[in-house]
Every structure is written in structure tokens, then in C-alpha cells.
């Protein structure tokens, strides 16, 4: 690493010094024997809770004890891994300076130890402090960086499996290089195959299941290897197509879930007015569950949570997390009583916004701002009650959305000019990077608040959809442009598999695509001419509601087997068999 210094002159010293010879105090430029150089400490400790979190940085102060003449440098220079930048020295008197030091991106040292070594000198008279050094300088600092690994659970992603299917599961946890795995059964029967990834990743192929929970089973040579993670298989279900009334219209669906597992519905139901960011009009925001019994999405279980702003299922299904403006709110994912919160510490213009959750036990926390202006991603360790500030790069009303096996998070921001790129988080290595495509959503803060349209993928992460303005844009996992949606669209879905596409257009229609076939013209080609669905969801987002300028959203999602659609927006819930 090439050495770099931090070089100030000091020109209160000047004056100082000046004044002390005038008095007798050292005519020719140097230090009496009386005169020191001291540092606050020589020793700093960075510590990254992920690869995602840049710890803040560290202060280091100099102090000169007693008097010079002359002109007092302070160089500071670092070298090692652990430090990517430091400060100008800043003075905090004649005699005292202060340099910030600021530690390297985690992600671009990876997890584990790091070192560096900081070098101070004062000197007089001498920019490069090859002469007339003070007593006591120069000054060595010890660097240490420990960066933590992003994996905060046991984790099987995705959780659900469907029955008499084979199919593909990324197992997190630590340990797996390390305790040598070489064995992966779910219950008692065998993988398929395996891949030891690295020491926190297995991918792993299941054989066709019987319905029930497949406890995780690892061993080694010499035994079972301690992991709590499941996979739950579930009989898919036939549901006919139909409609689900609210018990109160709300005027945006923040978001709409499907819980496989337990055969029910969820919807976050917004009643924002419109009016910039209107508190008042939130505070009855609620969930509503439809549990699906006796042939019928029949309970429905409501939860008010005022100023609700998204929600999402844990990685292993047992907890529904809500976020609101400021607080994270974990749920019994039947009965939706509160098992627990975490508040968050924002700027008084910041909000948390959307939520996603990843293979490696943590949810991804984007934030809006009042008005106009950049905030940040926060990491929240599911099993802990801490958010912690992340160096995502997308910082401009960040709306996000994940893959059903937790590998992958996309992330696209509010329209700026000139057009901003989109960012992904890789849950393999906990980290963010920006990626070679831009795009924007539809503006959804202030009045808009509540219709961000978030990209839609596959359940690997190897098909993305962009909805950027009306136009749907596809991917694949290098972000490679393999073709758009031809018309006007307000939703999009991407099926598990990666073969179709569903869009709900401006029309208020349900468009099916093919995914595996050639473009033409740079468009994916429909398959049939469009289905009738058995009643409206509500308008789409370019539909102005009333005079307080309130916009509606629809909500398009598939079920993890990918045989029904369900779409949620300001007039009812719709079922429909997948075309």
C-alpha cells in the first residue's frame, strides 16, 4: 500500500513561537530538552459488525509540551490495510492538533483480522520532518480491524419447498470448512449433492419430499454437527380464482405476503391521506392476515401499527416483521401479538421505509427522507436489537426486493437527473455493490408516500424485473439486459422459476410473458392474449385518488410453487391460477 500523509502547518504556532523567542525562549528554530511530543493513544481498535457496516472514525490528538520556535509540522502517516484515509490535522490550540482516521470499506478486506501501523512526527522548520524533530517523535500507532462475518443465524433459504419436487436450498451458518461438513441430510434422507461454499455457505440439492419439516442435519467424520435450520415441504394448493374484501378500504397497500407454510395472506394496509407525509392519517395503518381454512381464505386477523411502513416474513418463517418510522416490531406470524421491538435512532427527517431479509439471518432496512435528500440502509441482525448504518451506495429513497433463496437483494432509487444506478447486496459475501444499469421508480415520498414499486425476482436471483417509470426491464443475475415487457405497466412478478413474467398493466389487466423465448425486437413476446381476472385489485399508480393528490399501488405476487397470483391493491385482494 503506498504510504500517505496527513501535512498542516500550524499558523497559531508561528505567532506562539514568535513570541516566545522575542522573550528568550530558543532563537533558532528548534525544541528546548524540556519540550515533548505525546499522542492520546497508540493503539486504535476498528471493529465492522459486517462487511456492509464502515465503523466511524477513530480520533487521534498531539499534543506539544513546552515551548518551540519556529514553524511546528505535524505529518501523519499510515500503512497496512486497516486505514484508508486520514483527516488534516485540526488544532485545538497552540499546542494540541487532531487528525480523524478513517478505516478501509470492510467489504474490500473481507471478514476476519486486519493491521495497519500509524505514524506520527512533529517536527520544526521541516515540512518532511527529516530534521529537527521534537523529543518524543515520532509516534507509532497500532492499527487493529476485526471484520465480523455478515451471518447472524442458522438459516435454509428458500424456507418452503414444495412437495414430490426436487429443488435447490443455500444453508448459512459458521463453521462448515472448519468442522470439515461432509454430509447434508434434511431429516433422515440424503441430499441429492452438495457444495461446501465456504465456511458460513452449503448449497445443497433436496430430493423430492414427502409434506413436513426436514430438520438441517450436518455431520462430519466424526459425528453430527450442531445446526438448528429446517425446511418446511408444503402441498400446493388449487385456489380458485376470486376476490377478498377489506374490512376498511386503505388507500395503499404498503405490501402483500404469502405465507406458504400456513396457508395465509397478509396485506399492509396504509390510510396516508396524501398530504405530505401526513402522520395523523397513518396512525390507524394496520396488518390484515386471511387464513385460508375449510376451502376459504375465511379468518381474517387484523394488527393496527400505527405509522406501518412495510413488513416481511424471518427467514425461517416463524416471525413477521413490521417496520414503522422508527421502530422494528417482531410478530407472531398467526396470531400477530408482539413478541418484541427495536427502536431506531434517526435524523428527525429520516424514516424507515421498506424491509427485505436475506440467507444470512439479517434484514436490509432502506429509509426515506422528508423532503429531499440522501439516508441510509440500515443492516438489522435479526436475532439481535440493533440497526447498524450500512456503506450502501443507493442512498436516494432506496426501494428494495430480495430473492426467495435470500442471495440476492436489488435495490432502485427515486428519479434524479441525471438517472441513478441500482445496487444489490450479495448475501454470499455481505456486501453491496453498485451495479452497470439505472433506472428509477416512480417517486414515493412526501404525498406519494407508500408507492414504491420494488423489482421482482426469481427464486434464485437469475431473473430480475425493473420497473423503471411504466417500462419493465428483465435481467439476469450479471445484470446483462435480456429484454423489456412490451405496453404500460404497474406491477410486475417474476415466477420462482425464472420462465414468465406477469404484468398488470395500465389497463388494468393481467399480461403473461416468456421468459425462455427469443425477443424480438428487444421485447419478450406474451403468451396468449391476456387474462380476465375475477374482479379489479384498484388502480394503478398513475391514478390520481383525490384533490390531496393520494396515488394507489398494486401489489403483484406469485406463491412459492408459482400456481397463483395474488395481486392487493386499494380496492380488494385478487386470486388468480397462474396462466
Known amino acids: 500500500m503506498r504510504p500517505f500523509a496527513a501535512i498542516v502547518r500550524h499558523p497559531f504556532a508561528v505567532s506562539a513561537c514568535l513570541l516566545l523567542a522575542a522573550c528568550g525562549g530558543g532563537g533558532g528554530g528548534s525544541a528546548p530538552a524540556s519540550t515533548s511530543f505525546a499522542l492520546s493513544t497508540n493503539t486504535l481498535a476498528f471493529v465492522a459488525e459486517a462487511p456492509s457496516t464502515t465503523p466511524p472514525p477513530a480520533q487521534l490528538t498531539g499534543t506539544v509540551r513546552g515551548s518551540i520556535s519556529g514553524t511546528l509540522y505535524i505529518r501523519v502517516v499510515a500503512s497496512g490495510d486497516a486505514v484508508s484515509f486520514i483527516s488534516g490535522v485540526t488544532f485545538n490550540s497552540p499546542d494540541s492538533g487532531t487528525v480523524s482516521v478513517f478505516p478501509r470499506n470492510p467489504s474490500t478486506l473481507g471478514v ?12 520544526v522548520n521541516d515540512p518532511t520532518c527529516t530534521t529537527g524533530q521534537l523529543p518524543g517523535s515520532p509516534q507509532s500507532v497500532a492499527v487493529s480491524y476485526l471484520v465480523k462475518s455478515s451471518v447472524h443465524a442458522e438459516t435454509v433459504m428458500p424456507h418452503v419447498a414444495t412437495t414430490n419436487q426436487s429443488g435447490a ?3 448459512r451458518g459458521t463453521g462448515f470448512t472448519g468442522d470439515t461438513v461432509n454430509k447434508v441430510a434434511f431429516g433422515t434422507i440424503d441430499a441429492v449433492s452438495f457444495t461446501v461454499v465456504s465456511d458460513t455457505e452449503i448449497h445443497a440439492i433436496y430430493p423430492a419430499l414427502a409434506a413436513g419439516t426436514y430438520a438441517l442435519n450436518l455431520a462430519n467424520a466424526s459425528g ?11 402441498t400446493p394448493k388449487t385456489y380458485a380464482p376470486g376476490t377478498l374484501q377489506y374490512p376498511s378500504a386503505p388507500q395503499q397497500t404498503l405490501a402483500l405476503k404469502y405465507d406458504a407454510e400456513r396457508e395465509a395472506l397478509l396485506v399492509a394496509a396504509s390510510y396516508f391521506d396524501g398530504n405530505n407525509f401526513n402522520t395523523a392519517s397513518r396512525t390507524g395503518n394496520r396488518i390484515l392476515r386471511y387464513q385460508f381454512v375449510n376451502g376459504a381464505f375465511s379468518t381474517l386477523t387484523t394488527k393496527d401499527v400505527p405509522l406501518l411502513q412495510d413488513i416481511a416474513l424471518t427467514p425461517d418463517g416463524r416471525q413477521v416483521i413490521a417496520i414503522t418510522d ?25 424514516y424507515l421505509k421498506d424491509i427485505v431479509v436475506t440467507n444470512d439471518g439479517n434484514a436490509l432496512i432502506t429509509t426515506g427522507y422528508v423532503g429531499s435528500g440522501d439516508s441510509a440502509t440500515y443492516l438489522y441482525p435479526l436475532s439481535q436489537s440493533q440497526l447498524y448504518a450500512t456503506n450502501h ?3 436516494y429513497n432506496a426501494s428494495p426486493a430480495a430473492s426467495a433463496d435470500g442471495s440476492l437483494g436489488v435495490f432502485i432509487q427515486d428519479p434524479v437527473s441525471p438517472p441513478q444506478p441500482l445496487c444489490a447486496y450479495e448475501g454470499s459475501s455481505g456486501s453491496f455493490a453498485v451495479l452497470p444499469i439505472t433506472g428509477a421508480q416512480n417517486t414515493c415520498v ?3 408516500l407508500g408507492t414504491c414499486r420494488r423489482p421482482s425476482l426469481d427464486a434464485s436471483g437469475n431473473r430480475i424485473a425493473v420497473i423503471s417509470g411504466t417500462i419493465v426491464s428483465v435481467y439476469d443475475r450479471a445484470f446483462t439486459l435480456l429484454g423489456r415487457l412490451p405496453g404500460s405497466n404497474s406491477a410486475v412478478a417474476v415466477s420462482p422459476d425464472g420462465t414468465r413474467a406477469y ?12 421468459l425462455t423465448a427469443a425477443t424480438v425486437n428487444g421485447q419478450f413476446q406474451e403468451i396468449g392474449t391476456g387474462t380476465a381476472l375475477a374482479g379489479s385489485p384498484g388502480p394503478g399508480i398513475s391514478t390520481q385518488l383525490t384533490t390531496l393528490s393520494q396515488y394507489a399501488v398494486v401489489r403483484l405476487i406469485t406463491s412459492p410453487d408459482g400456481s397463483t397470483l395474488f395481486l392487493a391493491g386499494r380496492d380488494q385482494l385478487v386470486i388468480q391460477p397462474a396462466p
Do not use: K, M, Q
Open 112 to 123: 476476519g483480522s486486519h493491521s495497519g501501523t500509524i505514524t506520527v512526527t512533529a517536527c
Open 169 to 171: 436450498a443455500i444453508i
Open 224 to 234: 453430527a454437527v450442531p445446526f438448528s435450520g429446517e425446511l418446511a415441504v408444503v
Open 326 to 350: 422508527t421502530e422494528v416490531i417482531h410478530l407472531d406470524p398467526v396470531t400477530l401479538t408482539e413478541i418484541r421491538r427495536t427502536s431506531a435512532t434517526l435524523d428527525l427527517s429520516t
Open 393 to 395: 451506495s443507493c442512498t
Open 446 to 448: 412526501n404525498s406519494f
Open 503 to 514: 404484468a398488470y398493466d395500465s389497463s388494468d389487466s393481467l399480461h403473461t410473458f416468456d
